[in-house]
């Protein structure tokens, strides 16, 4: 592990339960667990984060740096408190998807892949969330997820975030 800890001994105790599933020389399965936990404590992966994961688990940082970008739910740049993901897969769009994302666009005064001035909210493309039925469907920090999204419910949505 590196000098300098850069997650909390929480994290890392997390971390190691996650390792503890997997063979000594299978580490590197943990490695999305590992992001996960690292992002919900950092809010995001900066490079020196994406590092210190790699070491703790014996990975090559090159190899980290790879998953962490090729997942849409791992943020390597900063984002809002709140990311919503609005799912713009073909299901979606022709259930009314196209006209919510215009919908939070126009109420958030931002558009995809930005983040809004007080730095609330980012707004991103989503791929299939694995709920057509749903749609319009949009994820909120990769954890929440919302349907039927209706003017009124992303009203509602937007609202109680913003408390």
């Known amino acids: 592990m590196a000098d300098v800890m850069l997650l909390s001994q929480e994290a890392y105790?997390?971390?190691?339960?996650?390792?503890?599933?997997?063979p000594a020389d299978q580490r590197q399965s943990a490695v999305m667990a590992a992001l996960a936990i690292a992002q919900s404590e950092k809010?995001?992966?900066p490079p020196e984060v994406l590092m210190d994961?790699?070491?703790y688990i014996g990975m090559a940082p090159i190899a980290v740096?790879?998953?962490a970008t090729f997942y849409n739910m791992y943020n390597t740049k900063p984002v809002g408190k709140y990311k919503i993901s609005v799912c713009t897969n073909l299901p979606c769009q022709l259930s009314g998807g196209e006209k919510a994302a215009h919908y939070l666009k126009d109420k958030l005064g931002i558009d995809y892949k930005e983040t809004t001035a007080d730095g609330?909210?980012?707004l991103v493309e989503g791929e299939c969330m694995g709920a057509c039925g749903d749609a319009p469907v949009m994820l909120v920090n990769n954890k929440r997820m919302?349907?039927?999204?209706s003017n009124e419910k992303i009203d509602a949505l937007v609202e109680e975030l913003k408390k």
């Open 13 to 22: 105790k997390k971390i190691d339960r996650e390792l503890a599933k997997f």
């Open 43 to 45: 809010g995001w992966l």
């Open 53 to 55: 994961v790699a070491n």
């Open 65 to 67: 740096q790879e998953v």
């Open 120 to 122: 609330q909210f980012t």
């Open 146 to 149: 919302c349907s039927f999204m």
